[in-house]
């Protein structure tokens, strides 16, 4: 059975950092990538940043660049968002989802997700 889960999420002020984890387990050997992408209210869900399993090659949205940074731990169970210099827009629902491609920004072509967990920039 494929399970993510986030975690880390809450509340912060500009300028301010989190972690976000994604735990995941059960996944098809065929999984090549993990992503993250946000959900803010009123907009579509985008793209924030993806890890390849297999040598840890990193993307970014041109928004985070810089101060996010995504990391797979050495087991291979969890996928960390380490969130930076937060702003206001960052806020909103951060999902990790598995893709069987690499380099893919397109939500289409995840196959698992995770709930997500809520990130709130408070002004």
């Known amino acids: 059975q494929v399970q993510l889960r986030e975690s880390g999420g809450g509340l912060v002020q500009p300028g301010g950092s989190l972690r976000l984890a994604c735990a995941h387990s059960g996944l098809p050997s065929t999984m090549y990538s993990m992503g993250w992408f946000r959900q803010s209210p009123g907009k579509e869900r985008e793209f924030i940043a993806a890890v390849t399993f297999r040598g840890g090659a990193t993307y970014y949205a041109d928004s985070v660049k810089g101060r996010f940074t995504i990391s797979g731990d050495n087991a291979n169970t969890t996928v960390y968002l380490q969130l930076n210099s937060l702003k206001p827009e960052d806020g909103g629902v951060y999902s990790c989802?598995?893709?069987?491609?690499?380099?893919?920004?397109?939500?289409?072509?995840?196959?698992?997700w995770g709930q997500g967990t809520q990130v709130t920039v408070i002004t």
């Open positions: 989802a598995a893709s069987s491609l690499t380099e893919t920004r397109s939500e289409s072509y995840y196959n698992f």
